[in-house]
């Protein structure tokens, strides 16, 4: 198992309002504790013991929420990003020096909940020798990333119509909801040519054609976000009904 981790913690959380006009997302505390902890305590779990956090919403609040985090063998490192926000592609480039490596690492959003287990996520990811694992989860959503064989091979917005082919599939395709949980080789710094704010998702499709990104499927019933307050309400639910799962 790798020991290495970030937590994309900078979003600003806006659908969330009016939680977030005096915290970040990541100090929301869904059944009494905030994400940035139940993230934090995940990740250490799984062996996780260097965390990259980035913040950017209320940076001093994080900053002294981060450093009450006192776990025994962990260190914390924070990747400020409060002059300006990065995005996901943006935000993992800048943090790039304390990621690289020769194992790959993990990269969780704070917004996210799951019964994943990140161990078994990682040696699924090894055995298959691929650049990154998407954790992916069969539920309903307004985009998806598409795939054949479990491979990466598209994006579409149902909303908007718009769509993404990576490269010609014969076959059966599946659109699956990404659920904000990443494995990611180190390699992949040297295949981001992007600068500045760019989505992470935009790398992945532009890399998809030549590049092995794979879907790792997991339980859809025992994941949720908090976007905003209704799925928080449900998260919340979620997590008292089934304590033993998180």
């Known amino acids: ?38 993230t934090t305590e995940k990740l250490i779990r799984s062996g996780i013991r260097k965390i990259i ?9 994080m900053r002294v929420a981060i450093q009450a985090l006192d776990y025994e063998g962990v260190d914390f490192i924070i990747s400020d990003e409060s002059q300006e926000l990065l995005d996901t592609g943006g935000g993992l480039l800048k943090a790039a020096e304390h990621l690289k490596g020769d194992k790959p690492f993990i990269v969780h959003n704070v917004d996210v909940i799951s019964d994943i287990d990140l161990q078994q996520m990682y040696d699924n990811h090894i055995s298959k020798k691929v650049l990154a694992s998407l954790a ?4 309903e959503t307004t985009r998806y990333f ?5 491979r990466l091979c598209g994006w579409k917005n149902l909303k908007t119509g718009n769509e ?9 395709i599946e659109s699956l909801a990404f659920s904000g949980i990443h494995i990611i080789n ?6 981001i040519t992007e600068r500045g704010k760019f989505s992470i998702n935009q ?6 054609y030549e590049q092995l990104i794979m879907a790792y499927e997991h339980d859809a019933r025992y994941w949720a976000d908090i976007g ?5 309400a449900a998260a919340e639910k979620l997590l008292l009904s089934h304590p033993e799962k998180f």
């Open 1 to 38: 198992m790798t020991d290495t981790a970030m937590i994309f913690a900078a979003g600003l959380g806006t659908r969330l309002a009016p939680l977030t006009h005096d915290r970040p997302k990541a100090l929301v505390e869904p059944a009494g504790k905030t994400m940035l902890q139940r």
């Open 53 to 61: 956090v980035n913040i950017h919403h209320f940076p001093e609040k």
């Open 136 to 139: 992916v989860a069969r539920r």
């Open 146 to 150: 598409n795939w054949h064989e479990g």
């Open 164 to 172: 993404i082919k990576c490269f010609p599939v014969k076959g059966n």
């Open 186 to 191: 180190p390699e992949i710094f040297d295949l």
């Open 203 to 208: 790398v992945y499709l532009r890399l998809a």
């Open 228 to 232: 905003t307050p209704e799925k928080l």
